[in-house]
């Protein structure tokens, strides 16, 4: 038996518990009953878990580098309106965001549009506590302008690859020190640090979901949790498992074909998302599905350098998979 099966019906088991938690409900094994509607009073199975106080909303995004369109403001933001999304992607650059971030702010205000995370690279998994005090440092001034142009979050990643301390220590000194001075000042800055689970092999630990509420419960205010399809296909049991154990902390979420990592549909009957659609819907979740990938290329020149495909036709792939999403979405 695969590691994925052996496991799904813990990990659903455990995020029905997570709500549970918090139902009212004593179980009767009639309508209340959330496994077994019908029984006879007193099974002890779990309570019906609540609903959450909105429904859920799809509201597809792209990054800012995959928008097929030239690389001005308005041009982006012009293509995103007129094809049906809701929000848009930044990089977390800090010339980046001091140049262009104020831009797309600035346009915003008479569109639609929401503007969600920034994604970047970062790493606090140094030996020496100056490397990680710098790290955060240089954090500082991205999560102001975060702030400042009202953007859902930064994504954060505590380690990769090989970290330079034992992983106990190292969650430990994210939690307690680095993780909770970000936390705290994207808080005082109106935004969030937005925690990334990774796959094995790029990150020695918070690979699930889960993991990443928990941490974001212990270091507090300003922290919250984030899921991608990608990566989630690899560590976790099971899509709605993982969307539910997040709940309300969950703030953002990355999508990809589960094959090759490029747009969705890419991957034809592999891109099933609908699992996690209904993992979305079950906690209310509101916040963007990002496309975070590469488009596929065409083949390959006489060099066998690969053939990418022109932004016509990058704009052909995001209109089937908007209705691959939109038709997932409505199956969930």
């Not at 995959?66 to 982006?76: L, S």
């Amino acid at each position: 038996m695969k590691r994925r099966d052996f496991l799904v019906g813990t990990a659903t088991a455990g995020a029905a518990a997570f709500y549970a938690a918090s139902a009212d409900a004593a179980c009767k094994c009639g309508s209340d009953c959330a496994c077994n509607p019908g029984a006879a009073a007193g099974c002890g199975c779990m309570p019906k878990l609540p609903k959450p106080s909105q429904p859920a909303e799809l509201n597809l995004c792209l990054q800012w580098g995959g928008i097929p369109t030239p690389d001005d403001v308005n041009a982006k933001l012009d293509y995103l309106e007129k094809n049906g999304y809701a929000a848009v992607e930044l990089p977390s650059g800090l010339s980046w965001l001091e140049d262009k971030g104020r831009k797309v702010a600035e346009s915003l205000k008479n569109r639609k549009l929401f503007l969600t995370t920034a994604c970047g690279p970062s790493r606090f998994d140094y030996a020496d506590p100056a490397k990680c005090d710098a790290e955060v440092a240089k954090f500082m001034p991205i999560l102001e302008i975060l702030g400042e142009i009202k953007s859902t979050g930064l994504i954060i990643c505590p380690a990769r690859g090989k970290p330079e301390i034992g992983h106990k220590e190292l969650r430990e000194r994210f939690v307690t020190n680095h993780g909770k001075r970000l936390a705290e000042k994207a808080a005082a800055c109106g935004t969030e640090i937005v925690l990334e689970p990774l796959r094995r092999g790029e990150t020695p630990f918070l690979r699930q979901v889960a993991d990443g509420a928990k941490m974001a419960q212990e270091i507090g205010k300003g922290c919250s949790v984030m899921g991608d399809f990608w990566h989630m296909r690899w560590e976790e049991p099971n899509f709605f498992a993982a969307f539910a154990a997040a709940g309300p902390l969950l703030r953002h979420v990355h999508i990809a074909s589960l094959g090759t990592r490029k747009v969705p549909g890419t991957d034809g009957d592999l891109d099933n998302y609908i699992d996690g659609f209904r993992g979305l819907k079950f906690i209310g979740y509101r916040g963007a599905v990002s496309m975070e990938c590469g488009y596929p290329a065409k083949g390959k020149d006489a060099r066998g350098k690969a053939i990418m495909p022109d932004n016509a036709e990058k704009h052909a792939l995001l209109v089937k998979m908007c209705a691959l999403l939109r038709e997932q979405w409505a199956q969930a």
